[in-house]
Nanobody, 114 residues
Framework: QVQLVESGGGLVQPGGSLKLSCAAS????????MYWVRQAPGKGLECLSG????????YYADSVKGRFTISRDNTKNTLLLQMNSLESEDTAVYYC???????WGQGIQVTVSS
């Protein structure tokens, strides 16, 4: 059974940092592109970042480019998202996503507020 479990969210002040983790199981993690997607209150899904199976290629949406860094550890079946210089507009539920099979994590809340 495929499972994607996010952790590391929470409340942070503007300008602060958080690091999200996604623990993957039930499939060969190291062979798939993986993505982080978020949904802000009242808005649609936004694909923030993606990373190839070998970490050689990454993608960032303009909204997070230069502030967020995606990475993965295939030995630990873990996807990571380092988020720096957080803004109130980054407040959202963040999801780990395996696009190839349409698998989603349960999501984790990130709130940026003073």
């Amino acid at each position: 059974q495929v499972q994607l479990v996010e952790s590391g969210g929470g409340l942070v002040q503007p300008g602060g940092s958080l690091k999200l983790s996604c623990a993957a199981s039930g499939f060969t993690f190291g062979t798939y592109w993986m993505y982080w997607v978020r949904q802000a209150p009242g808005k649609g899904l936004e694909c923030l970042s993606g990373i190839s199976s070998t970490s050689k290629t990454t993608y960032y949406a303009d909204s997070v480019k230069g502030r967020f860094t995606i990475s993965r550890d295939n030995t630990k079946n873990t996807l990571l998202l380092q988020m720096n210089s957080l803004e109130s507009e980054d407040t959202a539920v963040y999801y780990c996503f395996r696009r190839a099979r349409g698998d989603w994590g349960q999501g984790i809340q990130v709130t940026v507020s003073s």
